[in-house]
């Protein structure tokens, strides 16, 4: 489809069906970014103070929690007495729904859920709102590449199960002006429809899980399929942690910069990669925080606490991902802060029989020459199982090289087991999830 008709016709159709004004905010925000980084903070202070205004006087649950926190509301001392107020984590939202919503507040609303990676899905409730302020966000990090609205997308991806539903995305995909590689559906029929597809479609960018476009890439690269008539501006990744040897692979394959996306169900994007390879929080649109966790490895659990939500916003949410702030200036000329070191949930650890925690990245730095998947599982600290696909190169050799690299890494006491499968399957969402963790940390 052209991008003219995507944009202007059908796009404006999708936002009065939706009751959604993106296009007026994507313009009134677009210039935030490249702010003075003073005006940044006193524009985010400003809204932090008025989402901790509105929530004390209409929303039962928060003006419970600050009573019980001390907070004096007619006197807030920003961002200070942010801290006083306890984190909220999921369990808390699923028991308080009705609670933590504002009931003045008419609007439409729409409700999702997130992919219930850690196997307890939660309902996202979203206001008109709140929904065109993250896609406005969404637009806004998708411009620093050249991108705009209603431009042709590869999206590798999930589908809907159901025939209604999966008719509805379809319907979707059309009007929005994208193609879709189901996470489904990953066989060489599968990849050599969606390279042909891709060819006739000439997107302008690739966007999706980074384990499913890797896998098509090391699906091209095996059948050493190069694609002509294509020129990508920018692949983006989202859903996963992107890893070192994704991320290489990739950009080889298509010649083309890859840059990530760090986003949940509950709030869209919450720092995005600009050209210089940074992570730039939206902080117009968030409030996040880096606090000190309980774990022994000391890592920073990640808060983030919502500034364009006066519907049911969430504040100081655990997300469940481990990362770093910084305030070091980039040279893309964004004024935002810096998410660094982002890390996976924080069940994201091996954990041997001594307790000792070893981020499952190692099996990423692991597994690289000859494996073309791979899964740890473990369901006891003295076992891990490691299922592998492997490429034609494996060796015996390799096998036993990367079992002792890991046995350098986790101890003896642990033991490694190696399971050769045809296929990997991904999850309900799509996702592909390179560590699964069955035990409870008992410490």
Known sequence: MNEWIAQKIFFSIIERLRGETISKFHK???HIPYLPRHEIRKLQLAKLNNTLQTSYQEIPFYR?????AGIDIKNLSLPFDLKKIPLLNKQDIQNNYDQLVNHRQRKRISKDSTSGSSGNPLIVIKDIEKSAYIRAVMFRCYGQYGLNIGDKQARFWGVPLSPRNYIVEKLKDFMINRIRLSAFALD??????????IERFRPK????YPSLIYKFAQWLSEKNILFKKIDLSVIITTGEILHDFQRELIENTFKCKVANEYGATEVGVIAFECLHGKLHVNSDHLFVETVDSDQPHKAKEIVITELNNKYNPLIRYKVGDMGELSDAPCDCGIGF???SKLKGREDSYIITPENKHVYDAILAYTFKRGV???QGIQNRKDELIVKIVKSNDFTVEMSRKYKQQLEDVLGNSIKIQFDIVPNIEPGR???LKYFISHIQDNR
């Open 28 to 30: 009134d925000i677009a």
């Open 429 to 431: 969402s799509g996702k």
């Open 188 to 197: 060489d029929r599968s990849f050599s429809q969606f390279a042909d597809k």
């Open 205 to 208: 960018y690739f966007c999706g």
């Open 337 to 339: 802060p810096i998410l």
């Open 64 to 68: 419970n929690r600050f009573h019980d």
């Open 372 to 374: 073309k998947q791979f």
